[in-house]
């Protein structure tokens, strides 16, 4: 039974607009959450992380939004660069200090 | 300078035999981990060490045997391979186990495939 889902495996957005990548969990009591960026061949790399005691946090083009109350995250890029395509992860810390992951949504920016 | 390195890279072998993945970081870290990452792509925990004692061990067959020869390196050992260990497994460290806040640093991952 998967505690974090990103429902969507993929999303394809222009250059210079806003991409949202999407993420839901089951538990309650999750209350920090994480997206890490991974390229190919690559390990994930941390990109932003939000506690549950805020609803948003901004980092550059990079803003998380946590929804509680609809056990919700999204991650908004914008403007989205060619760069920004890899696969994003979504994350959250358990009780027993455990990092449990989405499947990841592969995001392309088209040039 | 690779702050968290694994090797091999790639590992092709046949069922039944006994392979070795080796971690290495450089960041001084306290805490090292290993994660396996399936062919539906989830990224799952198998193992944390923290200062070279184990903290955190998934419902993994007995088959993987984790090693931290001291806080540098956290050595995973498979015995009797089967198809289903065909993965990428992930390597990473933070520098404390506990701090939500803390990061995950992770290595390239090593991708082995048993025949």
């Known amino acids: 039974d998967q505690q974090v889902k990103q429902n969507s495996p993929s999303l394809s957005v222009q250059e210079g607009r806003i991409s949202i990548l999407n993420c839901d969990y089951t538990?309650?009591?999750?209350?920090?959450f994480l997206w890490y960026k991974k390229y190919p061949a690559e390990g994930p790399t941390f990109l932003i992380s939000i506690s549950s005691i805020k609803d948003k946090n901004e980092d550059g083009r990079f803003t998380v939004f946590l929804n509680k109350s609809a056990k919700h995250l999204s991650l908004h890029i914008v403007p989205s660069q060619p760069g920004d395509s890899a696969v994003y992860f979504c994350a959250a810390w358990d009780s027993s200090y455990k990092l449990i992951f989405g499947s990841g949504t592969r995001l392309l920016v088209r040039p | 300078d690779t702050a968290v390195s694994q090797t091999p890279k790639y590992l092709v072998t046949q069922m039944g035999n006994d392979k070795s993945i080796k971690c290495e970081q450089n960041?001084?870290?306290?805490?090292m981990y290993w994660y396996k990452q399936d062919s539906k792509k989830f990224l799952k925990i198998m193992f944390s060490y923290n200062n070279k004692e184990l903290i955190i061990n998934e419902t993994v067959p007995n088959r993987f045997s984790p090693k931290s020869p001291d806080k540098a390196h956290l050595n995973l050992h498979i015995n009797s391979l089967e198809l289903g260990d065909s993965a990428v497994y992930f390597c990473?460290?933070?520098?404390?186990?506990?701090?939500?806040?803390?990061?995950?640093?992770f290595g390239p991952g090593t991708r082995l495939l048993v025949l």
């Open positions: 960041l001084g870290h306290d805490t």
């Open positions: 990473a460290s933070s520098q404390d186990l506990g701090d939500l806040s803390e990061t995950q640093y």
């Open positions: 538990n309650s009591m999750f209350d920090y």
